[in-house]
């Protein structure tokens, strides 16, 4: 007898495993803060991966949230604390991920092989009405494309999916050379949730272009324009193929949380404020040396900090050995275990 087909042509040619290409796409790793936090533009202050990109005239906050389609685990919740009521042109809010270029070489962009890619998601909020998803690929030639979609019932878990083609609105920037993403470990591209778009910023819908300004599209909402606002983001999953594997890639948390560390690591994942004990070399009268060793080998030299817990000593330095070490100096007159807590950060 034969067996049954139990899935579609458009998935054979997709990875069954490690198929996701976004990181921490549950919300399960939240080194910096799980409580609400007030959003900065570029800056990552809460959950693992996923950053804001903003410039408006109000404010916003992210969270942990067990808010979630399953009614497991985590989402990320945003709110907005200060409304925009009217943006300006150059005004935007939006959630991102950056997504390491060498990661991304199964794509094939760049050639005639380029693969179709399909974003799926969970989506909630109060506000109803149309929203975009954009890939930005920066290397080479940049190409951003944004994807509508529209959150039609409030206070709703929805699922979302949208697939990109390589030549959607009939262009050819990513099948051309200059498509290409280059093999190492820089911003491959970035997967960006918008939240509001002024126009400066609207694009055509599903459509690749030059302009890296396009990030949205005229119909996006404003959802900066009430303080009763709120976001929910959960199981977001990047693939290849033109359908959305039905089931989410669920990791277990310390693969997860290894694949974070090689863009963030701290002495305490817990707290993110440590302690942390370090035996210093002593080297003079009043100065010594420890070193940290990172828990993964982080993507680049990371940028260090060294935050002091003990009134006998301060730091006055660090000296970066590696992506996957570093050594403080440390002002102090004995050579005893002193207690510090540390960040490095690699992130792209």
């Known amino acids: 007898m034969a067996l049954s087909k139990i899935r579609s042509d458009s998935m054979t040619d997709a990875a069954q495993s490690n198929r996701n290409f976004i990181i921490n796409g549950d919300f399960q790793v939240w080194q910096r803060a799980t409580a609400a936090t007030a959003a900065a533009n570029n800056t990552y202050n809460t959950v693992d991966r996923f950053y804001f990109l903003l410039s408006n005239d109000g404010a916003a906050t992210s969270e942990r949230s067990t808010d979630t389609p399953t009614g497991t685990g985590y989402s990320l919740l945003a709110k907005c604390t200060t409304a925009d009521t009217s943006l300006a042109a150059g005004q935007y809010i939006s959630i991102g991920q950056s997504i390491e270029a060498q990661n991304l070489q199964p794509l094939q962009y760049g050639t005639s092989s380029a693969k179709t890619i399909t974003l799926s998601f969970f989506v909630k909020s109060n506000k109803t009405g149309t929203y975009t998803a954009t890939i930005y690929k920066q290397d080479n030639t940049s190409a951003v494309i944004p994807n509508e979609y529209t959150i039609n019932s409030a206070n709703t878990w929805e699922k979302k999916t949208i697939t990109i083609t390589p030549t959607a609105g009939s262009t050819s920037l990513i099948t051309a050379s200059g498509g290409a993403i280059a093999n190492d470990n820089g911003l491959g591209f970035q997967v960006v949730f918008g939240l509001a778009w002024g126009s400066?910023?609207?694009?055509?819908?599903?459509?690749?272009?030059?302009?890296?300004?396009?990030?949205?599209?005229?119909?996006?909402?404003?959802?900066?324009?009430?303080?009763?606002?709120?976001?929910?983001?959960?199981q977001v999953q990047l693939e290849i193929g033109d359908v959305a594997n039905p089931l989410f890639e669920h990791e277990d948390y310390g693969t997860t949380l290894r694949k974070?560390?090689?863009?963030?690591?701290?002495?305490?994942?817990?707290?993110?404020?440590?302690?942390?004990?370090?035996?210093?070399?002593?080297?003079?009268?009043?100065?010594?040396?420890?070193?940290?060793?990172?828990?993964?080998?982080?993507?680049?030299?990371?940028?260090?900090?060294?935050?002091?817990?003990n009134s006998s000593f301060s730091s006055s330095g660090v000296q970066l050995l590696s992506p996957h070490m570093a050594s403080p100096y440390i002002n102090s007159t004995t050579a005893n275990n002193h207690l510090e807590s540390w960040t490095a950060s690699a992130e792209l």
């Open 260 to 309: 974070c560390q090689r863009y963030y690591d701290q002495s305490s994942v817990s707290t993110g404020s440590g302690p942390w004990y370090f035996q210093v070399a002593q080297l003079g009268a009043s100065y010594g040396r420890s070193q940290i060793d990172f828990q993964v080998r982080m993507r680049s030299s990371p940028t260090v900090t060294v935050v002091n817990n």
């Open 200 to 234: 400066t910023f609207h694009g055509t819908n599903n459509t690749w272009s030059t302009n890296g300004n396009h990030y949205g599209t005229s119909n996006q909402v404003n959802w900066m324009d009430s303080t009763s606002n709120n976001f929910y983001l959960a």
